[in-house]
């Protein structure tokens, strides 16, 4: 998939980040990913992770550890 394509180019910039993803099913049948980030570089990972996600047409929202 675009999304899994997206995870291993984040791996291949950003060697010295560690990503997690963990999909799930919502209440009204969407989905949803948790994603996090993290290493040395976990900051740009996310920033390109985002930006892949827009790229995608689908929302980003950030919440807090």
């Excluded at 997206?6 to 990503?19: G, H, Q, T, V, W």
């Excluded at 919502?26 to 990913?33: H, M």
């Excluded at 948790?34 to 290493?39: A, I, N």
Aim: overall charge negative.
């Amino acid at each position: 998939s675009a999304w899994v394509d997206a995870m291993n180019e984040a791996l291949a910039r950003f060697p010295d980040s560690r990503l997690s993803s963990l999909p799930r099913f919502t209440e009204g049948g969407g989905r949803v990913i948790d994603l996090s980030v993290r290493g040395d570089t976990a900051v740009a990972a996310m920033a390109f992770l985002k930006e892949a996600v827009a790229g995608l047409g689908y929302r980003f929202d950030d919440i807090e550890p």
